[in-house]
């Protein structure tokens, strides 16, 4: 059988194919009509998109375990704090939980600037109102 082929891209991917297999080129276009042929088509080993893609939903399961881990941690670690922190009368004084909430504006405006940045400072480096010089905790 003859298969005469006139688009360059595909002669050009036949022969790579056949380079890359080390088959003469008849072989690498049979095995490449095989596989258009197939059901369900098998990917080419070094078919990099693929384990591109592999590798990113591999990230993506790990990113999303550790950040599950994280959650978890942090609602032990309030749990713990809210168990060992007694309720005051002051806790309801409007002023207090205005400062409070400007405090927490302050901790996730902080950490959100040290994400943007790249950087994971400690507590010593802080700005004002999260436990770094300037604060109340400081004073």
Not at 48 to 66: G, I, N
């Amino acid at each position: 059988m003859q298969v005469y082929l006139n688009d360059p891209k595909v002669v050009r991917a036949l022969q790579r194919e056949a380079k890359v297999g080390q088959v003469a080129m008849s072989q690498a276009a049979g095995r490449a009509i095989t596989r258009g042929l197939q059901v369900s088509p098998r990917a080419d080993p070094e078919d990099r998109l693929l384990h591109l893609d592999r590798a990113v939903r591999d990230h993506m399961r790990a990113t999303a375990r550790d950040l599950q881990i994280v959650q978890e941690l942090l609602i032990e670690v309030a749990r713990a704090f809210f168990l060992r922190l007694p309720d005051a009368v002051i806790d309801q004084d409007p002023t207090v939980q205005a400062a409070v909430d400007n405090r927490i504006e302050r901790l996730l405006d902080a950490t959100a600037a040290r994400i943007v940045a790249g950087s994971s400072r400690t507590a010593e480096r802080h700005g004002p109102g999260i436990g770094g010089p300037g604060s109340e905790a400081a004073a």
